[in-house]
């Protein structure tokens, strides 16, 4: 367990941060050919961190040849496995070297906490790469059972360039998530931070030169969506894209594959997800536990997060007198705190949107009010099915209660939505819950618990929360690797055999 420092040391810290300030292209940073920059904001406090350089599409051109470059000449590509598994997990210890001043640069550029940012992103961060890394040199390839004249072997290569698009809300852990497989596949990677929060995967990357990662296998574009992503998703060189962020947005990926060169798509899209409690549920008070966490960690802003709450009438009252228990338990305030458990959400803009959600709450169950700027109270509302509070993904510490009055009825709301990425239900009748999980149309149900899984198990969604993939666990390979088949003919043509 991470040692936390107190609020006045965090403080320190942040005032001594060296922010990184330009693009990561071909092993070291570089300003925007157009030499223009942004402003990265602290959401908490509203002022500015910096600048960073705003690249467009002559840098995605730069950092798309670089990583071909590197793709074609083998340097990382055609390294053997072990070699690759060496500096991944060299780049983990450098991770964890230098964890406290990454833990509080996400948290001054994103308003996550510093709680979570030391407790969960920046070590999962450094797992996440390992863990990648020390399973590449140990995945074999098949041989397929083909006749006994033939060898076939189905062998898997790296895809090739990779174009990696990148949310706000857990900037090092999705970058993880992604560089982690890809990397250990041998692919190089051009990778566009979201522009609220670019400075950790800038970070991230020199640390990987430190750890031995040759020059333009790992590099980084800041700037807008429109000026950045979409000009690295139109490229006719990059081979493939993974995306995480919202379903709007990764609909256009689609559309530029098809407009350019038909490169793979991967999206892992937002979520509405159904938290199901029946009346038969035990423990209640560790149910409500799971409940808050799911709905109200990271502000919300998760697209896995727990964001409606699925009651049996007869439990309900009972149930959410508990959650409410627990939530006044999250402190909010400044990120920096490690009191904190609510902390700021992302940018302006967010904040807007999220609040405007306030205002369509009929019944208000706890909380609903804006703190300060930035800063919304965990807040529970009972809505109907159908009403936008219970179908739009608010991705802010709203939740939505929806009273059922059956199982039957329970299952037919959660899987009323076109999201299906992660989902819950808690009973104490064993039978009634794997139904349950096998009714759920969702990429990950948990039972008795709320989670996304971990390392080891697949990550991803159905209907319009996924497309193409998985990441985590032994499958994100699949996105970042492409399988060949070798055919070896083995008959006898020898004068011998034909006589
Ligand atoms: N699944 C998830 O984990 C996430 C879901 N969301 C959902 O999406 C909502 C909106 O958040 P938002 O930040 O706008 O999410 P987006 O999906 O727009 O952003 C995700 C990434 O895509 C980039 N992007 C944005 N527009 C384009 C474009 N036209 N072409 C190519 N790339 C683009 C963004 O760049 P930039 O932001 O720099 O412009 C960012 O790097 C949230 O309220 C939430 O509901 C958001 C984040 C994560
Ligand atoms: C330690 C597990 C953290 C999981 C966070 C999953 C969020 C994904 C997303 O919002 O895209």
Not at 137 to 163: M, T, W
Not at 247 to 265: I, M, Q
């Given at each position: 367990m991470?040692?936390?420092?107190?609020?006045?040391?965090?403080?320190?810290?942040?005032?001594?941060?060296?922010?990184?300030?330009?693009?990561?292209?071909?092993?070291?940073?570089?300003?925007?050919?157009?030499?223009?920059?942004?402003?990265?904001?602290?959401?908490?406090?509203?002022?500015?961190?910096?600048?960073?350089?705003?690249?467009?599409?002559?840098?995605?051109?730069?950092?798309?040849?670089?990583a071909r470059e590197a793709f074609e000449d083998g340097r990382w590509s055609r390294l053997p496995p072990g070699a690759r598994k060496d500096v991944l997990v060299r780049l983990a210890k450098l991770i964890e070297r230098n964890a406290r001043e990454l833990a509080v640069m996400e948290s001054l550029d994103s308003g996550k906490t510093i709680y979570d940012c030391e407790t969960v992103d920046v070590p999962e961060t450094a797992h996440v790469i390992q863990w990648h890394g020390e399973l590449?040199?140990?995945?074999?390839?098949?041989?397929?059972?083909?006749?006994?004249?033939?060898?076939?072997?189905?062998?898997?290569?790296?895809?090739?360039?990779?174009?990696?698009v990148l949310p706000w809300n857990f900037p090092l852990l999705m970058l993880a998530w992604k560089i982690g497989p890809a990397l250990a596949a041998g692919c190089s990677v051009v990778v566009k931070p979201a522009a609220e929060?670019?400075?950790?995967?800038?970070?991230?990357?020199?640390?990987?030169?430190?750890?031995?990662?040759?020059?333009?296998?790992?590099n980084v574009v800041t700037g807008s969506g429109a000026e950045v992503g979409e000009p690295l998703g139109r490229h006719p060189d990059v081979d493939m894209v993974s995306f995480t962020g919202s379903?709007?947005?990764?609909?256009?990926?689609?559309?530029?594959?098809?407009?350019?060169?038909?490169?793979?798509?991967v999206l892992e899209l937002g979520g509405k997800n159904p938290c199901i409690v029946l009346d038969d549920a035990e423990d209640l008070d560790a149910v409500a536990a799971h409940v808050v966490n799911g709905a109200f960690w990271n502000m919300g802003q998760n697209c896995s997060a727990a964001s409606r709450l699925i009651v049996q009438t007869g439990v309900k009252d009972r149930l959410l007198e508990k959650v409410a228990q627990h939530a006044r338990e999250w402190v909010v305030g400044d990120p920096l705190n490690p009191e904190v458990r609510v902390g700021a959400l992302v940018s302006k803009a967010h904040f807007a949107k999220v609040a405007a959600y306030l205002e369509l709450a009929d019944t208000v169950l706890m909380g609903g009010k804006v703190v300060a700027e930035g800063f919304i109270e965990p807040t529970i509302v009972e809505a109907a099915q159908g009403s936008r509070l219970?179908?739009?993904?608010?991705?802010?510490?709203?939740?939505?209660?929806?009273?059922?009055?059956?199982?039957?009825?329970?299952?037919?709301?959660a899987n009323d939505t076109d999201y299906g990425l992660a989902a819950s239900i808690f009973t104490a009748n064993g039978k009634r819950a794997l139904r349950g999980a096998r009714m759920l149309r969702a990429g990950t149900v948990t039972v008795n618990s709320f989670g996304e899984g971990d390392i080891t198990t697949p990550f991803?969604?159905?209907?319009?929360?996924?497309?193409?993939?998985?990441?985590?666990?032994?499958?994100?390979?699949?996105?970042?690797?492409?399988?060949?088949?070798?055919?070896?003919?083995?008959?006898?043509?020898?004068?011998?055999?034909?006589?």
């Open positions: 991470t040692d936390l420092l107190t609020h006045e040391e965090y403080r320190a810290i942040a005032a001594s941060l060296d922010l990184p300030q330009n693009a990561y292209i071909d092993g070291g940073y570089r300003p925007a050919i157009s030499g223009a920059t942004f402003e990265t904001v602290n959401p908490a406090t509203g002022t500015v961190l910096g600048t960073v350089a705003a690249c467009g599409a002559a840098d995605v051109g730069l950092a798309v040849a670089k590449i040199d140990k995945i074999y390839d098949q041989v397929a059972p083909a006749s006994n004249d033939h060898i076939a072997l189905v062998v898997r290569e790296p895809v090739g360039v990779v174009g990696l929060t670019s400075l950790t995967a800038l970070r991230l990357a020199e640390l990987a030169s430190d750890a031995g990662l040759p020059r333009g296998v790992l379903t709007v947005t990764g609909r256009r990926f689609l559309h530029y594959s098809a407009d350019s060169n038909l490169k793979e798509v219970a179908t739009e993904e608010i991705f802010g510490p709203i939740l939505t209660v929806v009273p059922v009055t059956s199982f039957e009825q329970a299952i037919a709301v991803g969604g159905y209907k319009q929360s996924g497309f193409g993939g998985r990441d985590n666990s032994i499958h994100a390979h699949d996105q970042y690797t492409q399988l060949k088949t070798i055919w070896l003919d083995l008959t006898d043509t020898s004068d011998s055999a034909i006589a």
